[in-house]
């Protein structure tokens, strides 16, 4: 989610811990289908025939301009709901580094063996880039799985305590999460919680399988070559073990100690996943795919709640209009149909045959090949024969290019859903590159360097089996490039303080027609912000209408995975986690010996609750 690149960085805890790593979102046939275009309307929900006037309004804070602000988190310290007002602010669960009970050390990296990995001066890697973590009530019992940005990928497991009075939060106890039984874990960005309460993790930046075949290269490229650590022999490395969605379902009996069941979902596809969000029938998934030239896509699972098998279809941008952020209608190209099952069989081998490789799976430069251009890179394939299903799934979005589909957004971050409105919310981190080079199907026509969220009307498509299609999409809200004078407060900041600067992941407040939209931004704002944009205010001729800053963070950190839960036993909380402070900018500013770079978790509240209806 870092937004041009990802280094790792290792980083020291003082006697206690050890260097700390920073390693930097039902037809098997190729069909286009133009979805039907009807949006449903959405009905009073109070028997009067008029809805209910529901308001929500933050104190904001304003943008830090002194360094002693600038080293600290700021978040609204007070909130109006319906007229009343609350106390909040963020609250720390626990920092990286942080260990409990004496027992397990948040951010650990372990090996394959659950053993704990070193760096080259013999001391535990302890990573500081927290990414995502969430609230799972199970049983009487509250639960957080917290996931890391890391090769290898890490996640833990809290249990939370909660205050019945006050709605505080407070690690109870602690556990890593074995991630062994899936190969291990990459690079975990950000996450959703499904309706039947699994956490849905994601692997970012998936290994490029045609140059990273074997150990050997894997070893000499500086992105991925800390995942062989991960292995007792590291030619077990395999590139197509990761780029995955990871379910995790937490299990808790009574006072016993809780247990979790992982699954690698193969059947969704093989992506840079920097999120996937289940809709409200808990078939359709939107999966957003991060990077340069990437695509859309969407998956439609055969069974409400089942994510094993289902259809993967990518989105192909239509152009109406390339002003401002660019307008489309969407069509979705088929990718066809698969389960985890026969996936799973072509990734680890079967019944004596091998797993399947890149040149398994492509022809390259043969004659009649495809030229595309995906993640960055411009070649010409062409599918083997009988090979297309695996093709889908191995290399979903090299065969979303051959299939048509569009495969040329930049920096495609987090996604969320309005159910009154009927519409998703996409983050696109940065608007340039493919989306305005000039070519294909995407040709906006000026770049915006500080990104943009847009808006997706959903509907209901009978062929593809959904009521929650995307049928277009538009620009909502932008960045506005800017340059502040040397001796301005805001100096060196390169986008509008007042407005936004590469959102990343965004989450929707349902009810309250509010967007919380998180920044992932390095020299766009010095101190990255959430903020809460009201959309009834939103203004086509005004980027910043409608936007209250409820959070900055310390120099150099970015604002991950916020994320809205309406009631949690009589609380609303809005999850935040600070990665990385000071890890990718302004590192000078740290000074020697500090532990001010340790990544916090945490979350803004407590809210009265506030589970309110779509409608």
Known sequence: MIPFSKTPLALKLGVILAAFALLPACSDDNHRHEPEVEVPTPDPDDGTGETPARTLSFTGVATPTTDQEKRQILAAPKVEVDGEEYEIGFHTLLRSGDVVNGNVTFGLLVDAAGQALYDADGMIKVTDANEHTSLLPVADRLFSVSQMETRPGAMFLMELDQDATTGELTT?????????????????????????????????????????????????DGYSATMLEYYADPSQWNPYFYGWNIEINVNAE????????????????????????????????????????????????????????????????????????????????????????????AVHGADGVPAVTFNDIFEV?????????????????????????????????RYAALMGASTEFRKEEGVTFDPAGNKLYLAMSEVGKGMT???????????????????????????????????????????????????????????????????????????????????????????????????????????????????????????????????????????????????????????????????????????????????
């Open 365 to 397: 430069d043969a004659e009649g090949c495809i030229a595309t251009a995906t993640n960055g890179n411009k070649e010409c394939l062409s599918v083997k024969p009988g090979m297309e299903t695996i093709a889908s799934r191995l290399e979903t979005r």
């Open 437 to 615: 080079d000039g070519a294909g199907d995407v040709q906006i026509a000026e770049a915006n360097a500080c990104g943009a969220v847009y808006q997706l009307d959903v509907a209901a498509d009978s062929e593809i089996g959904s009521d929650y299609v995307a049928i277009n999409m538009s620009g909502l809200i932008g960045g506005i490039p800017a340059q502040y004078a040397v001796d301005s407060p805001f100096a060196g900041n390169t986008c509008d303080v007042d407005a936004i600067a590469n959102p990343d992941n965004v989450t929707f407040i349902t009810g309250y027609n509010t967007l919380i939209i998180g920044e992932d931004t390095g020299s766009g704002h010095q101190n990255d912000v959430i903020w809460s944009l009201n959309l009834d205010d939103v203004d086509a001729a005004d980027s910043t209408a409608g936007l209250t800053r409820i959070k900055t963070t310390p120099y150099g950190s970015e604002t991950t995975s916020p994320y809205w839960y309406p009631n949690i036993n009589g609380f609303g909380y809005l999850m935040s986690v600070v990665q990385h402070p000071y890890g990718e900018s302004d590192g000078d500013k740290l000074a020697p010996g500090s532990l001010e770079h340790r990544a916090y978790t945490g979350y803004v509240g407590p809210f009265p609750a506030m589970d309110t209806s779509a409608e």
């Open 254 to 345: 009574g006072d016993a100690a809780p247990t979790t069941d992982l699954v690698k979902h193969y059947a969704m596809g093989r992506l840079a996943f920097e999120l996937s969000y289940v809709m409200p029938d808990s078939k359709t998934v939107y999966m957003t795919d991060d990077g340069t030239n990437v695509g859309f896509y969407m998956f439609i699972a055969d069974s409400a709640g089942d994510l094993s098998a289902g259809t993967v279809y990518a989105a192909k941008w239509n152009q109406t209009s390339a002003e401002g952020l660019g307008a489309a209608d969407l069509e979705w190209v088929s990718l066809g149909h698969a389960t985890d099952a026969e996936i799973d069989a």
């Open 172 to 220: 109870k106890e602690l556990w890593q999460i074995d991630q062994s039984g899936v190969d291990g874990g990459w690079v975990h960005c950000a996450a959703s919680v499904t309706p039947w309460n699994a956490h849905l993790a994601s692997e970012e930046y998936e290994p490029d399988a045609r140059f990273l075949p074997t150990s050997v290269e894997t070893a000499a």
